[in-house]
């Protein structure tokens, strides 16, 4: 399995960025696919998650913020961020996940929020 993220770089305070990621190889279904962030020291933590089926899970700091959304044909998920802050400045890292023994990460992109 291979995740493939795209859409990070910089954006101003305020400012809108749309991430995506592509999985590509045994996808089952009944996954659960989602993004997770991390800038340097910190630990890595959850941004957003989404079932195959829609359910969603975010971080209670940011809803309302970002939107996750996922298209199932192409195995591939978004994450849409609005009104960003320069806090919002990490590693943001794609996650799938498809049963004990079968939890993947992508490479990261970085995004970078300036004031």
């Known amino acids: 399995v291979q995740l493939q993220a795209s859409g990070g770089g910089l954006v101003q305070a305020g400012g809108s960025l749309r991430l995506s990621c592509a999985a590509s190889?045994?996808?089952?279904?009944?996954?659960?696919m989602g993004w997770y962030r991390q800038t340097p020291g910190q630990q890595r933590e959850l941004v957003a998650t989404?079932?195959?089926?829609?359910?969603?899970n975010y971080a209670d700091s940011l809803k309302g913020r970002f939107t996750i959304s996922r298209d199932n044909m192409r195995n591939t998920v978004y994450l849409q961020m609005n009104s960003l802050k320069p806090e919002d400045t990490a590693v943001y890292y794609c996650n799938l996940w498809q049963g004990p023994g079968r939890h993947y990460w992508g490479k990261g992109t970085l995004v970078t929020v300036s004031s």
């Open positions: 989404m079932t195959s089926g829609g359910s969603t």
């Open positions: 190889g045994s996808i089952f279904s009944g996954n659960v």
